[in-house]
């Protein structure tokens, strides 16, 4: 797709980036394409505007990967979809010999793009994925962002029933695991859609672990 977008906030023209946008588009699904675009523009154009220095191409993947967790190709059985989506970027890295620094950055930036007050004590490229995914689910930061550039991103990547649709996605890719979004924000998601569902609460885990406390000293 062609756009207008200026050069500092385009697509980086890297085989890198070439080929995670392959497969993004073979593996996944049009809503988490234009939703994986979308985090990449919001969260490259914050990164400018908070004058910080990333490296764009690792951006880019994180952002191509950060939800191919969600698919069953990437799914594993147990694993957060989060890591899922993490792991499948190291292997990608891994097999274009990208140093191992550049690669545990774009795994850290995918595993805990869903993890708040965290992100943003971590490396620019991880704090970015989490804000552009704020932006972009959440409308986390939506009146402080450039709202002509906001429009431009929006209407190159639509927002095609995306409120409802990105549920779903959610869902779909963690349904047959809804033990793994325990103690984040995903739980949420299973219980909506799982009757009867709660996720285990921290408290009663404590209160039935297997030690005996003393009463005393």
Not at 23 to 43: D, K, P
Not at 128 to 155: K, M, N, Q
Request: aromatic share 12%; proline share 4%; hydrophobic share 40%.
């Amino acid at each position: 797709m062609t756009t207008a977008f200026t050069s500092a906030n385009r697509i980086p023209d890297t085989k890198l980036a070439r080929e995670a946008t392959e497969i993004l588009r073979e593996h996944s699904t049009e809503l988490l394409y234009n939703h994986s675009m979308r985090v990449f523009h919001f969260a490259s154009t914050q990164g400018r505007q908070a004058k910080m220095k990333f490296d764009a191409e690792l951006l880019y993947v994180g952002a191509a990967f950060h939800d191919l967790g969600l698919i069953r190709k990437f799914s594993s059985e147990t694993e957060r979809f989060e890591v899922d989506g993490a792991n499948a970027a190291r292997q990608f890295l891994a097999a274009h010999q990208v140093p191992e620094e550049q690669i545990q950055t774009v795994w850290e930036a995918i595993a805990l793009h869903t993890t708040p007050g965290v992100t943003q004590y971590m490396r620019p490229e991880v704090a970015l994925l989490f804000s552009g995914v704020g932006l972009d689910v959440l409308g986390e930061g939506y009146d402080a962002f450039p709202a002509e550039e906001r429009e431009e991103i929006v209407t190159a990547y639509p927002r095609i029933h995306f409120k409802e649709g990105i549920v779903k996605a959610f869902f779909g890719g963690f349904a047959h695991k809804p033990g793994s979004t325990w103690g984040t924000v995903k739980a949420d998601v299973c219980e909506r859609f799982i009757e009867g569902y709660r996720s285990p609460n921290f408290c009663d885990l404590i209160a039935h672990s297997p030690f005996a406390d003393s009463a005393v000293r």
